[in-house]
């Protein structure tokens, strides 16, 4: 897996893994900043959440038509700067009017920053691959690079949680997921007799002597503190990724050309007839017309499904569960996966000894580690977005060997098959989400406080459970989709045609409004349902022009 593969690929991926662990730390929050700021609900929080989401991943067409110009390497560097002035200002803590304003300014920069930096330093990893004795490891590479972004989301929503925590603590309060919304209802005079008593019994168990209304201006404003700070770790994180990034230029360097820099670098590129161009251009279109759907439907781990782990899921584990609720724990299973593999795959007796010796002692770390846990762990719903990337990192030498055993045979399926078979695991996912949800109220009951009982709180399992499902289809799409582009697209039109990549995320991240729309008085199992039917008829359309795809990619 990690045999073999040039220097840059690592120093570019560490690069990514500094933006992406703000990226995602920033992300973990930023609905319930919405809603616990401003008092949005879930449509207008969806609108701000699709709008920002749509911006991050349409931004990079431009950026990778500003690379094929100027250079990869420039408009990298330009987009770290750009994203250290979006973070800094949604860290800032404001008074309403004024955080409105400074929002949606940190919202643009951040846009524009990672438009920048984004698909052009995913098109140097491809150049990287372009040299004869590294193109059989192009989509070995971009698995690597893919799980090294989720070892920086993995640790994202811990940070913010424990920033949350620490915030609150010093104002003497505690996290409740029912006190935001309850309080600006008490605030804005909308709320019911039956919310008001809730939010009173909340207050109580918070030992706050004041009234209502200092209460309730109080905790919104500390809970909004706590967020801003949580920006704040992307700013550091950011700082990181810099000074990766410009202390091994050395690694990468002479992988930042476009095609016009092709010839002084040395590098010969593949000639294309127009008919050929053209055959590849509508070939990527058409499978971006796919991946809309897909991340319409993954994207919903920042939006609804965090409502769902704010609002129906248990806010407390106990058991053996509480293991998945500790990042340490997550990093010390990922150290025992690889070491595992290490074991079988070494050569010698020498490393197979030291490959044990790893095991048994992250193994013992983690018994240790458990046991020194409270029998009862209290959970924040960011907290869910941690397992997605853990996931990632743990399956991505699995994903590898399988794939790697079918090629062997000559059996592996080619890219696009990959990404068809991604929105059928995908749409699987959802139907694990509407077993979990059947028999629950709406939304729109649990928010008005109109029920003051908690019994309809369902196990973090289904959560936990359907990220894993969603984790099988993301490595199935991902990384194979983005090393298709990379493979695929014309020499000429190598940067707009990753960036149209992201124009198709972006589409597909502005879809998931949609989504954030229906919630409320819908039934959940019906709104999990539309995802289930966009993700198959998704695979139903990209299994119906597979040999014209097949045909581009050999």
Same mark, same amino acid.
Request: aromatic letters at 14%; one cysteine or more; charged letters at 10%.
């Given at each position: 897996?990690?045999?073999?593969?040039?220097?840059?690929?690592?120093?570019?991926?560490?690069?990514?893994?500094?933006?992406?662990?703000?990226?995602?730390?920033?992300?973990?929050?930023?609905?319930?900043?919405?809603?616990?700021?401003?008092?949005?609900?879930?449509?207008?929080?969806?609108?701000?959440?699709?709008?920002?989401?749509?911006?991050?991943?349409?931004?990079?067409?431009?950026?990778?038509?500003?690379?094929?110009?100027?250079?990869?390497?420039?408009?990298?560097?330009?987009?770290?700067?750009?994203?250290?002035?979006?973070?800094?200002?949604?860290?800032?803590?404001?008074?309403?009017?004024?955080?409105?304003?400074?929002?949606?300014?940190?919202?643009?920069?951040?846009?524009?920053?990672?438009?920048?930096?984004?698909?052009?330093?995913?098109?140097?990893?491809?150049?990287?691959?372009?040299?004869?004795?590294?193109?059989?490891?192009?989509?070995?590479?971009?698995?690597?690079?893919?799980?090294?972004?989720?070892?920086?989301?993995?640790?994202?929503?811990?940070?913010?949680?424990?920033?949350?925590?620490?915030?609150?603590?010093?104002?003497?309060?505690?996290?409740?997921?029912?006190?935001?919304?309850?309080?600006?209802?008490?605030?804005?005079?909308?709320?019911?007799?039956?919310?008001?008593?809730?939010?009173?019994?909340?207050?109580?168990?918070?030992?706050?002597?004041?009234?209502?209304?200092?209460?309730?201006?109080?905790?919104?404003?500390?809970?909004?503190?706590?967020?801003?700070?949580?920006?704040?770790?992307?700013?550091?994180?950011?700082?990181?990724?810099?000074?990766?990034?410009?202390?091994?230029?050395?690694?990468?360097?002479?992988?930042?050309?476009?095609?016009?820099?092709?010839?002084?670098?040395?590098?010969?590129?593949?000639?294309?007839?127009?008919?050929?161009?053209?055959? *590849?251009?509508?070939?990527?279109?058409?499978?971006? %017309?796919?991946?809309? /759907?897909?991340? +319409? $439907?993954?994207?919903?781990? &920042? @939006?609804?499904?965090?409502?769902?782990?704010?609002?129906?899921?248990?806010?407390?584990?106990?058991?053996?569960?509480?293991?998945?609720?500790?990042?340490?724990?997550?990093?010390?299973?990922?150290?025992?996966?690889?070491?595992?593999?290490?074991?079988?795959?070494?050569?010698?007796?020498?490393?197979?000894?030291?490959?044990?010796?790893?095991?048994?002692?992250?193994?013992?770390?983690?018994?240790?580690?458990?046991?020194?846990?409270?029998?009862?762990?209290?959970?924040?719903?960011?907290?869910?977005?941690?397992?997605?990337?853990?996931?990632?990192?743990?399956?991505?030498?699995?994903?590898?060997?399988?794939?790697?055993?079918?090629?062997?045979?000559?059996?592996?399926?080619?890219?696009? *098959?990959?990404?068809?078979?991604?929105?059928?695991? %995908?749409?699987?996912? /959802?139907?694990? +989400? $509407?077993?979990?949800?059947? &028999? @629950?109220?709406?939304?729109?009951?649990?928010?008005?406080?109109?029920?003051?009982?908690?019994?309809?709180?369902?196990?973090?399992?289904?959560?936990?459970?359907?990220?894993?499902?969603?984790?099988?289809?993301?490595?199935?799409?991902?990384?194979?989709?983005?090393?298709?582009?990379?493979?695929?697209?014309?020499?000429?039109?190598?940067?707009?045609?990753?960036?149209?990549?992201?124009?198709?995320?972006?589409?597909?991240?502005?879809?998931?409004?949609?989504?954030?729309?229906?919630?409320?008085?819908?039934?959940?199992?019906?709104?999990?349902?539309?995802?289930?039917?966009?993700?198959?008829?998704?695979?139903?359309?990209?299994?119906?022009?597979?040999?014209?795809?097949?045909?581009?990619?050999?």
């Amino acid at each position: 897996m990690f045999e073999g593969q040039p220097k840059g690929l690592y120093a570019l991926a560490l690069a990514n893994t500094g933006e992406r662990f703000g990226y995602y730390t920033m992300l973990a929050i930023f609905t319930l900043f919405l809603q616990a700021k401003f008092g949005f609900t879930a449509g207008e929080a969806s609108n701000i959440y699709g709008g920002f989401l749509a911006a991050v991943y349409f931004i990079p067409l431009v950026g990778g038509i500003l690379a094929d110009r100027f250079g990869y390497g420039k408009m990298v560097t330009t987009g770290i700067v750009v994203m250290f002035l979006g973070y800094l200002l949604l860290a800032i803590p404001m008074a309403n009017n004024m955080a409105m304003i400074s929002m949606f300014a940190a919202l643009s920069l951040i846009s524009i920053g990672t438009g920048l930096f984004k698909g052009n330093l995913q098109v140097m990893v491809g150049n990287l691959y372009d040299a004869p004795q590294y193109s059989a490891k192009r989509d070995t590479a971009f698995s690597i690079f893919y799980m090294a972004i989720n070892i920086g989301a993995l640790f994202a929503p811990t940070a913010a949680t424990q920033v949350t925590n620490w915030v609150l603590s010093k104002a003497n309060f505690t996290y409740n997921p029912q006190i935001p919304a309850l309080a600006h209802q008490y605030l804005d005079k909308t709320i019911t007799p039956e919310g008001e008593a809730t939010l009173t019994g909340l207050m109580h168990a918070q030992n706050y002597s004041g009234d209502l209304a200092t209460f309730a201006t109080t905790y919104i404003d500390r809970l909004s503190e706590a967020y801003n700070y949580g920006f704040g770790v992307a700013c550091i994180s950011l700082v990181v990724s810099m000074l990766i990034y410009v202390g091994f230029r050395s690694t990468f360097k002479h992988a930042d050309y476009n095609s016009k820099q092709a010839a002084a670098h040395h590098v010969h590129e593949e000639e294309l007839t127009p008919q050929q161009t053209k055959e *590849r251009v509508v070939a990527l279109v058409l499978v971006f %017309a796919v991946v809309i /759907f897909f991340w +319409m $439907s993954f994207h919903q781990n &920042g @939006l609804t499904l965090t409502f769902f782990a704010r609002d129906f899921t248990v806010t407390q584990v106990t058991g053996l569960d509480r293991i998945g609720f500790n990042v340490w724990n997550l990093a010390l299973l990922i150290v025992t996966v690889y070491a595992a593999f290490s074991l079988f795959q070494s050569k010698t007796s020498k490393a197979k000894l030291v490959s044990g010796i790893i095991i048994v002692a992250a193994l013992a770390l983690l018994g240790v580690n458990y046991s020194m846990m409270d029998e009862t762990i209290d959970i924040l719903p960011q907290i869910f977005q941690q397992f997605n990337p853990f996931f990632v990192v743990a399956l991505t030498p699995v994903s590898l060997a399988v794939f790697g055993a079918l090629a062997k045979r000559g059996k592996e399926p080619s890219a696009p *098959r990959k990404i068809g078979i991604g929105m059928l695991i %995908a749409a699987c996912g /959802f139907v694990i +989400m $509407s077993c979990g949800s059947f &028999g @629950l109220p709406t939304p729109s009951e649990v928010t008005s406080g109109a029920i003051s009982s908690t019994d309809y709180l369902v196990s973090s399992n289904w959560l936990v459970s359907t990220y894993l499902v969603l984790t099988f289809a993301e490595l199935c799409l991902s990384p194979m989709g983005i090393s298709f582009v990379s493979k695929v697209a014309p020499p000429k039109y190598k940067g707009a045609m990753m960036g149209l990549w992201f124009v198709a995320t972006a589409i597909g991240n502005y879809l998931t409004s949609i989504i954030g729309h229906l919630w409320g008085d819908m039934e959940l199992w019906m709104l999990w349902g539309v995802l289930i039917i966009c993700c198959l008829l998704s695979a139903l359309f990209i299994f119906s022009i597979m040999k014209r795809l097949e045909k581009v990619a050999k």
